[in-house]
């Protein structure tokens, strides 16, 4: 069955070849389980490890440094959480990056000596104490997030790649481009730009803006403005129901904010904005409206990217504004058991995706991977079911929220075209499927790409035993 090439309008190219390479936490059920896996894979250097999550542990509690002084405290170890914005190390970990109790703490950000948890800006202060990848390391990672990627049908993405590693963004896409001219990525990448104030100024300067250089493009300014529901770190109105002194957090001020998003949109830059709690879904329409009212830029495509915890009240404002969503179906795959703990009654206002689409926002399905796996049909299930594929056990989330195959396939073609800022779908983009995507939802979950095609050359075909 042949089917368009998938678009997925928020992902991390880099991050999804970058992981690959490292200890994969993400199917562990308890802390023993954990150390145990580590252990297995200590070597006489710095060990990464991504993907641990304490909601599906048996002991439903943080990875603290102690939990990894027990694997090594002679070789540094680095675990990041599932989502990203949390990590924690151990004390080899803590040395070599120089951080004392006394540290000053980080605007946007927190750490804990004691626990050895880092969160949201506070991370970069163990990243940036880590080796820097080398340009074959680059490489390589580009090499194999392209591979998974046409093996699961996805032909074009918008991916947010300079904030991987602290290194200059234009060694990024230096790789980029000489990878497209060795003909060794085939994907399209529209590179949502995270940079920071200062390297934004530097990134205009020299004339980036909307460029393009081939099959890459220079898309929008991404914004990382709070955190995720699992890491407690999604900024809320009201606190956690879980965590009744916790409110999350902004990772950056109202005017700092605002600064970013004004030197973006006077530029001719659309932003891109990670806004998980209502509270900094809040805070970027505030500085949106605020950058559009002094540009009159109408012609724009902001949106914000993952809105879980968006009210019906934001949803119009976002209409209004003429702000899109890019959104994750997927996310509910993990957080399905912990939304109701975090929020209480609020979940009944969250993850309302099919009330963005039905109220007339630009809804564009992505999967976040490396956070999310990057399996289209996956994600479809779940934008359907409204089920988890690791929790089958829990009931639907608001049922009444799932799309219908045909809209959902839309957002996954169509409507994510104005996020990569084409008008139409390239006819020489195209994916054959082994099952034909009418049948039941269940069956989204065995459907497997035989052959992915893009400008009509076969990139990818599935190896038969």
Same mark, same amino acid.
């Given at each position: 069955m042949r089917y368009p090439g998938f678009i997925d309008s928020h992902l991390h190219v880099l991050g999804l070849g970058y992981v690959h390479y490292n200890v994969d936490l993400t199917k562990t059920t308890s802390l023993k389980e954990t150390? @145990? !896996?580590l252990k297995d894979r200590l070597e006489d250097r710095? &060990?990464?490890a991504r993907g641990w999550n304490q909601n599906n542990w048996q002991e439903e509690r943080m990875l603290t440094k102690e939990d990894l002084n027990k694997v $090594?405290? $002679?070789i540094p170890i680095v675990a990041v959480r599932v989502c990203g914005h949390v990590l924690t190390v151990n004390? =080899?970990?803590?040395?070599?990056?120089?951080i004392q109790e006394s540290t000053p703490q980080i605007e946007g950000g927190h750490f804990d000596t004691k626990t050895g948890i880092f969160s949201e800006k506070a991370l970069e202060l163990i990243y940036q104490a880590m080796p820097k990848p080398t340009k074959a390391d680059l490489r390589k990672y580009f090499i194999k997030a392209n591979e998974i &990627? !046409?093996?699961n049908g996805v032909t074009s993405v918008a991916s947010d790649d300079f904030c991987i590693f602290p290194i200059p963004y234009e060694e990024v896409i230096d790789v980029m481009k000489e990878l497209y001219e060795e003909d060794l990525l085939q994907i399209r990448i529209t590179e949502q730009v995270n940079l920071s104030y200062q390297d934004l100024q530097d990134f205009i300067a020299?004339?980036?803006?909307? +460029? +393009?250089?081939? =099959? &890459?493009?220079?898309?929008? @300014? =991404?914004i990382l403005a709070d955190g995720s529901l699992g890491g407690k770190t999604a900024a809320l109105n009201q606190p956690y129901q879980d965590d009744e002194t916790n409110f999350g957090i902004l990772t950056f001020s109202d005017q700092e904010l605002f600064e970013k998003v004004h030197l973006a949109n006077q530029n001719g830059m659309d932003v891109v904005a990670h806004a998980i709690g209502d509270r900094s879904v809040d805070q970027i329409l505030d500085a949106l409206e605020q950058s559009i009212q002094l540009t009159k830029r109408l012609d724009h495509h902001h949106a914000i990217i993952h809105a879980q915890l968006t009210t019906k009240k934001q949803i119009q404002r976002m209409k209004d504004l003429g702000v899109g969503a890019i959104v994750q179906p997927i996310f509910l795959n993990t957080d399905l058991p912990i939304i109701e703990k975090r929020i209480g009654s609020r979940a009944e206002e969250s993850y309302l995706f099919h009330t963005m689409h039905e109220q007339g !926002?630009?809804?564009?399905?992505s999967t976040d991977s490396p956070i999310e796996p990057v399996n289209p049909f996956w994600n479809i299930y779940t934008a359907m079911t409204r089920k988890s594929i690791q929790f089958p056990e829990y009931k639907p989330f608001y049922p009444q929220e799932g799309f219908s195959l045909e809209t959902a396939l839309e957002c996954y073609t169509n409507q994510n075209l104005w996020y990569v800022y084409e008008t139409e779908l390239p006819n020489g983009d195209y994916i054959e499927v082994d099952l034909e995507l009418i049948s039941k939802p269940s069956d989204l979950l065995q459907v497997t790409v035989q052959k992915t095609v893009i400008d009509h050359q076969v990139v990818y075909e599935r190896k038969t035993s």
């Open positions: 150390i @145990h !896996l710095l &060990l990464i $090594s405290r $002679s004390d =080899k970990m803590l040395e070599i990056a120089n &990627l !046409l093996a020299k004339g980036y803006v909307n +460029q +393009q250089f081939g =099959k &890459l493009r220079m898309g929008p @300014h =991404k !926002l630009r809804v564009g399905f």
